[in-house]
């Protein structure tokens, strides 16, 4: 996996930040609850997929820092 | 007889012949003894004198390029040139020196940590924090060493998806500021900075890791526009590096450890937030049913008064009735009478338990 999954990690995550804080707002209704309960399962999974297969990538830059430009 | 063959020169010629025959000899060489006579004149200019037990030599260096602070008594190693003035003084032209020994090392350090105290390079307020997701990482390390092994092993089994940019510098030895200070500007000056630099290097002796405390590494470390963490040593080593830096870490593993979260926790974070919901729901659900039942309750209660009420009412006018009941008062002894009271008509008189046919004979007012 490239290095763009660790994007939408973040982002996933920030999502589920923001579902999580849903259930604490003043917006909370529980004949809504249970569909964001399961949006939140899935984006969880989906977080719990993207780190037990991503990468990182690792390159050493083509400068040589041992000499004086 | 055999005359011994001379050269005559000017003096100018014999200066600038002694001097190709010196730096032919000693293009560089290293000298160690210990400072005295130091002092720096119009700001610019370095001099001292670097002696041992039975002698001693004039040292010559700009300011720029005193990187260490010295002081007199201090042992130190100078890479130099030897030279011949104009004036006919042999003197070091010092290029680099190093403080040599631990008291002089240590010395140094504590010289070039008040000052760059007292600058306000180490204060807290200057710290920034790092970012708690990195997507793009720079680090400067030799990726020979050990210490970057480890760090890149570590970062690898805690995270993934992370950019990381290598800048392999030596991370010690005369050459290793330099090198370091122009990976930071490199990195600095890159369109698509990354989120942070790191600087790692493994353990080793006081001199070894003697790059870490150079001036001018610490002040870039210091000027960065992109956060630092830097893990150097051990534990127990600290660096004026490590204090310049945004974060300092003990090795390069906890590095590693600072820079990016572990997976498995955050699995575990991420799984507790979503079932810490489920238990919200049902709490909500229970506060409803709650209401709902006390809210019944408090209907039920409304109810059974008003029905408790509309009973003793009727019970009120049953009684008013049983008072009115005809049957009563016959029973004191009152009789009661039917037909036109006329005199000659025939009437009906009903008592409590008879009934009586009559003639009316006779009706006068009383």
């Known amino acids: 996996m490239s290095a763009k999954n660790s994007v939408s990690i973040a982002e996933k995550t920030a999502q589920l930040d923001a579902l999580v804080a849903w259930f604490d707002s003043d917006e909370f209704e529980l004949e809504k609850a249970l569909d964001m309960f399961t949006k939140a399962e899935k984006l969880a999974a989906e977080i719990e997929q993207d780190l037990a297969t991503m990468k990182n990538n690792i390159e050493v830059v083509k400068v040589r820092f041992s000499e004086n430009k | 007889m055999d005359e011994a063959v001379s050269i005559r020169l000017s003096v100018s010629d014999f200066i600038a012949l002694t001097n190709q025959t ?51 008594g201090m042992k130190i190693v100078v890479t130099a040139s030897p030279k011949l003035t104009a004036w006919g003084k042999f003197s070091l032209t010092v290029r680099t020196l190093r403080p040599s020994g631990e008291g002089s090392l240590k010395k140094s350090f504590e010289l070039l940590r008040a000052k760059l ?128 830096a945004d974060v300092r870490a003990a090795t390069p593993s906890n590095a590693a450890q600072l820079l990016v979260p572990d997976r498995q926790e955050y699995i575990r974070v991420v799984q507790r937030q979503v079932r810490a919901l489920l238990p919200r729901i049902e709490a909500t659900m229970e506060r409803y049913r709650q209401d709902t039942v006390m809210r019944l ?70």
């Open chain 2, 22 to 72: 010196l730096e032919y000899a000693y293009p560089s060489i290293e000298v160690e003894g210990e400072v005295a006579s130091f002092k720096v004149n119009q700001g610019k200019f370095v001099f001292f004198d670097l002696k041992d037990a039975t002698g001693s030599v004039g040292c010559f260096m700009t300011l720029w390029q005193l990187r260490t602070p010295i002081e007199d």
């Open chain 2, 117 to 244: 105290e007292k600058e306000g390079l180490f204060a807290e307020e200057r710290k920034r924090p790092l970012p708690t997701l990195p997507q793009h990482v720079a680090v400067i390390s030799s990726t020979q060493a050990a210490g970057y092994a480890d760090f890149i092993k570590i970062v690898n089994d805690r995270w993934g998806g992370v950019q990381i940019d290598v800048a392999h510098v030596q991370v010690q030895g005369a050459d290793a500021p330099d090198q370091m200070i122009r990976a930071l500007r490199y990195f600095n000056s890159q369109e698509n900075l990354p989120n942070v630099i790191v600087i790692v290097r493994g353990g080793g002796s006081a001199d070894d890791l003697g790059a870490f405390n150079d001036e001018l590494l610490v002040r870039e470390i210091a000027t960065s526009r992109v956060p630092t963490l830097v893990g150097v040593g051990h534990e127990v080593d600290v660096s004026l590096a490590d204090m310049a």
């Open chain 2, 297 to 366: 309750e408090t209907m039920f209660e409304k109810l059974s008064r008003r029905l408790g009420e509309q009973r003793e009412k009727v019970v009120m006018l049953r009684r008013v009735l049983l008072e009115l009941d005809p049957n009563k008062v016959l029973a004191r002894g009152y009789a009661l009478t039917r037909g036109e009271i006329v005199a000659g008509n025939v009437i009906e008189i009903e008592k409590k338990d008879i009934l009586i046919k009559a003639e009316v004979r006779n009706v006068s007012k009383k």
